[in-house]
C-alpha cells in the first residue's frame, strides 16, 4: 500500500530519507520503525472538560506483545520511500487514517516511578529502552539488537472512521493524557469503570504522554500565527 501525499515540517526533515540510508548512518541500528500519533478535540466532552483524544489500538491476541496498546506503527519497509513514507503507510494500513502534515517527532515524558500494577504489564521493561544517537527517535532492545522507532504528531484528513486490520489488532480507543496516566480505558457504555490498560513498554506510554505535551505546544503555535 503506497503512502498517501502529504506535506511535512522541517522538524522532520532528517527522515526524509530512505531506511536503507538511515541504517547505513547509524550502523549500531538493526531495524527502523514508524508510528504516528493523531488527535481529535472530545467529540462528547463533559461540562467541565474538553480534553483532546488520542487515537491507540490495541494489538491482537495472537501477536506478540498480546492485547498491549500502542499508537499505530510497524517497521519502515524497503519499499517505503523515506521513513515519513513509512509512518504515512503504517498509519494508513493499522487505523484507515490517512496523513496530511506530519507536525512534530515525538520523544518521551520524563522517566518515573511506575505502579507495580502498570510496570506488570509491560512488554518491554524500561531498562531496555534510551534515545536514539540523533536525539529524535526511541530505541529498545529486541531480538537481541537495537532498534530505533520514530513517532510523529500527524495531522489527518479526517478521524470519523478507524478501520482495523482483524489480524493484528483487537480494538481501537481514543484517550485522553489523565487515562493514559492511570492505564485505564475509558468506561464502555453502561459501564461504570474503565478496563485496565496494558501498554507494549514503558517507551510506548511516555511516548504517548509527550504526544500531548507535543500537540498542545502545535495548537498553542497555530494560536500564536492567527
Not at 522541517?10 to 488527535?39: Q, T
Not at 512488554?123 to 531480538?143: H, K, M, R, S, Y
Amino acid at each position: 500500500m503506497a503512502a498517501p501525499k502529504y506535506t511535512f515540517d522541517a522538524s522532520l526533515a532528517g527522515f526524509n530519507i530512505s531506511r536503507a540510508a538511515f541504517l547505513a548512518a547509524n550502523p549500531h541500528l538493526a531495524r527502523v520503525m514508524a508510528a504516528a500519533m493523531v488527535f481529535r478535540p472530545n467529540p462528547d466532552p463533559p461540562l467541565t472538560s474538553s480534553l483532546p483524544q488520542t487515537l491507540l489500538i490495541c494489538r491482537a491476541a495472537t501477536d506478540t506483545y498480546p492485547l498491549r496498546w500502542e499508537v499505530p506503527g510497524g517497521s519502515v519497509d524497503a519499499s517505503d520511500a523515506t521513513i515519513l513514507d513509512g509512518v504515512a503507510r503504517e498509519l494508513l494500513e493499522e487505523s484507515g487514517l490517512v496523513a496530511s502534515h506530519m507536525v512534530a517527532p515525538i520523544l518521551m515524558s520524563p522517566h518515573e516511578d511506575l505502579p507495580e500494577a502498570v510496570r506488570a504489564g509491560l512488554g518491554i521493561q524500561p531498562d531496555d529502552e534510551g534515545l536514539g544517537a540523533e536525539g529524535l527517535t526511541v530505541t529498545f532492545v529486541e531480538t537481541g539488537n537495537l532498534w530505533a522507532k520514530l513517532t510523529v504528531l500527524v495531522r489527518v484528513r479526517s478521524t470519523e472512521e478507524v478501520r482495523l486490520t482483524p489480524e493484528e489488532h483487537e480494538e481501537a480507543a481514543w484517550v485522553t493524557e489523565e487515562q493514559v496516566r492511570r492505564a485505564e480505558l475509558p468506561p464502555a457504555e453502561g459501564e461504570a469503570e474503565g478496563r485496565r490498560m496494558d501498554f507494549v513498554s514503558d517507551g510506548v506510554r511516555r511516548s504517548i504522554l509527550d504526544g500531548f505535551r507535543v500537540y498542545a505546544q502545535s495548537i498553542s503555535g497555530e494560536k500564536d500565527r492567527t
